[in-house]
């Protein structure tokens, strides 16, 4: 049972979500001290618990967004197990759920009949499309809604074809949008004593995110292209390349580029025509870059990394996945943590007054918590 203290301490949260993207939702509520009940179908439960990587016969995919949470098995078609939910959604402060539109309707369970046996009942649902447009009905995983939202299709070099973002960034932001939204209407409800439906499409929360490629397309009424790892509108803002690494390199105003210029003893390039503004840098940023590296070129990335720090301009290593777990940043952070001895991500909400514990429960065993919740729901 998750005894952490935080500001969502007493909150009761049922969880019908499963894989990624809602259970990433209901985690950031357990992390903010909800109590999350996961109800799973029988025998096999979610289906990530079969997923890889495993350590111990235990699915990481199901452990990273499932630690802390109570688990049980209900058979919703069962009169008994019927039973037990509806007084789990009695006592409920928050019922979450990330099946396509219609599904909870079919299985006797829509927002309008629940709200009835608890009017203060946060609805939230989480699904590819949304409740409502044309495409409501059609099923949806990650890297289809990364194809559908522009994400792919801008993402990746000029010269070289769409790119799935390295993670499933699609199912991760409708979760959070999930938290933002429960966390909203729970505000709502201390106002008006009413509980809500939150609705959340991950194509929604995608598109929310494209910034610049939008901004382009609104600005030209054109579609941009695919601009590897530099910014469309600030230079020199990319990847370059030193004497035996890479590094990344960010000048967002002229008095940044200026310090750079000093610290690659580049000083002529300040009052270098092709460069003295920001435009003008974009305009001619690939002539820059190579001179740039032509200098980079001549020390090794830890030497480039120490002068460039030191003149104020922001600039980092490249670090492999598990470079950056091991940073001594990643430890001050509290971001890697102990959960049911499996080291996993930490809560990235620090929040003043409450604690962030190293050590944490792990994921529940399909049905662990089974007795004891169908006893305390049985009435």
Same mark, same amino acid.
């Given at each position: 049972?998750?005894?952490?203290?935080?500001?969502? @301490?007493?909150?009761?949260?049922?969880?019908?979500?499963?894989?990624?993207?809602?259970?990433?939702?209901?985690?950031?509520?357990?992390?903010?001290?909800?109590?999350?009940?996961?109800?799973?179908?029988?025998?096999?439960? @979610?289906?990530?618990?079969?997923?890889? %990587?495993?350590?111990?016969?235990?699915?990481?995919?199901?452990?990273?967004?499932?630690?802390?949470? +109570?688990?049980?098995?209900?058979?919703?078609?069962?009169?008994?197990?019927?039973?037990?939910?509806?007084?789990?959604?009695?006592?409920?402060?928050?019922?979450?759920?990330?099946?396509?539109?219609?599904?909870? +309707? !079919?299985?006797?369970?829509?927002?309008? !009949?629940?709200?009835?046996?608890?009017?203060?009942?946060?609805?939230?649902?989480?699904?590819?499309?949304?409740?409502?447009?044309?495409?409501?009905?059609?099923?949806?995983?990650?890297?289809?809604?990364?194809?559908?939202?522009?994400?792919?299709?801008?993402?990746?070099?000029?010269?070289? %074809?769409?790119?799935?973002?390295?993670?499933?960034?699609?199912?991760?932001?409708?979760?959070?949008?999930?938290?933002?939204?429960?966390?909203?209407?729970?505000?709502?409800?201390?106002?008006?004593?009413?509980?809500?439906?939150?609705?959340?499409?991950?194509?929604?929360?995608?598109?929310?995110?494209?910034?610049?490629?939008?901004?382009?397309?609104?600005?030209?009424?054109?579609?941009?292209?695919?601009?590897?790892?530099?910014?469309?509108?600030?230079?020199?803002?990319?990847?370059?390349?030193?004497?035996?690494?890479?590094?990344?390199?960010?000048?967002?105003?002229?008095?940044?580029?200026?310090?750079?210029? /000093?610290?690659?003893?580049?000083?002529?390039?300040?009052?270098? %025509?092709?460069?003295?503004?920001?435009?003008?840098?974009?305009?001619?940023? #690939?002539?820059?870059?190579?001179?740039?590296?032509?200098?980079?070129?001549?020390?090794?990335?830890?030497?480039?990394?120490?002068?460039?720090?030191? #003149?104020?301009?922001?600039?980092?290593?490249?670090?492999?996945?598990?470079?950056?777990?091991?940073?001594?940043?990643? !430890?001050?952070?509290?971001?890697?943590?102990?959960?049911?001895?499996?080291?996993?991500?930490?809560?990235?909400?620090?929040?003043?007054?409450? %604690?962030?514990?190293?050590?944490?429960?792990?994921?529940? /065993?399909?049905?662990?918590?089974? +007795?004891?919740?169908?006893? /305390?729901?049985?009435?």
């Amino acid at each position: 049972m998750n005894n952490r203290r935080g500001p969502f @301490d007493g909150l009761l949260v049922i969880d019908l979500t499963h894989v990624l993207n809602g259970p990433f939702g209901t985690q950031l509520l357990c992390d903010a001290g909800a109590r999350v009940i996961k109800v799973e179908r029988p025998e096999q439960g @979610d289906d990530t618990r079969s997923y890889e %990587p495993f350590i111990d016969n235990q699915s990481l995919y199901y452990s990273f967004v499932n630690r802390g949470k +109570e688990s049980i098995i209900l058979d919703l078609k069962d009169k008994d197990d019927l039973g037990i939910f509806y007084n789990m959604i009695k006592k409920a402060d928050v019922l979450a759920e990330n099946y396509r539109p219609g599904v909870m +309707e !079919k299985l006797g369970f829509p927002w309008e !009949k629940l709200q009835e046996i608890n009017p203060r009942l946060i609805y939230a649902s989480s699904s590819g499309f949304g409740h409502t447009g044309p495409l409501r009905d059609m099923p949806a995983y990650d890297t289809i809604i990364q194809a559908m939202s522009g994400l792919m299709m801008e993402t990746g070099f000029p010269d070289g %074809p769409p790119v799935r973002v390295g993670t499933s960034i699609s199912d991760l932001c409708a979760g959070i949008y999930m938290f933002a939204g429960i966390a909203s209407a729970l505000y709502g409800r201390e106002k008006t004593g009413h509980g809500a439906h939150v609705d959340i499409a991950m194509f929604d929360a995608t598109l929310s995110l494209l910034e610049h490629g939008l901004m382009s397309y609104i600005a030209t009424g054109r579609s941009p292209g695919r601009l590897g790892n530099r910014h469309p509108y600030m230079a020199p803002f990319d990847i370059f390349n030193t004497q035996d690494s890479s590094i990344s390199v960010c000048c967002g105003n002229d008095a940044l580029f200026s310090s750079l210029c /000093e610290a690659l003893q580049l000083e002529d390039l300040i009052k270098d %025509p092709r460069f003295v503004s920001n435009e003008m840098r974009v305009n001619n940023q #690939a002539e820059l870059k190579i001179i740039l590296e032509a200098r980079l070129k001549t020390q090794p990335s830890s030497y480039w990394i120490e002068h460039i720090h030191m #003149a104020g301009v922001p600039v980092a290593p490249l670090l492999t996945v598990a470079e950056a777990v091991e940073h001594p940043q990643t !430890k001050a952070r509290n971001m890697m943590i102990d959960a049911g001895g499996i080291r996993m991500p930490g809560n990235p909400v620090k929040i003043s007054g409450y %604690p962030d514990p190293h050590v944490r429960s792990g994921a529940a /065993e399909l049905n662990q918590d089974g +007795e004891r919740l169908r006893a /305390e729901f049985s009435h």
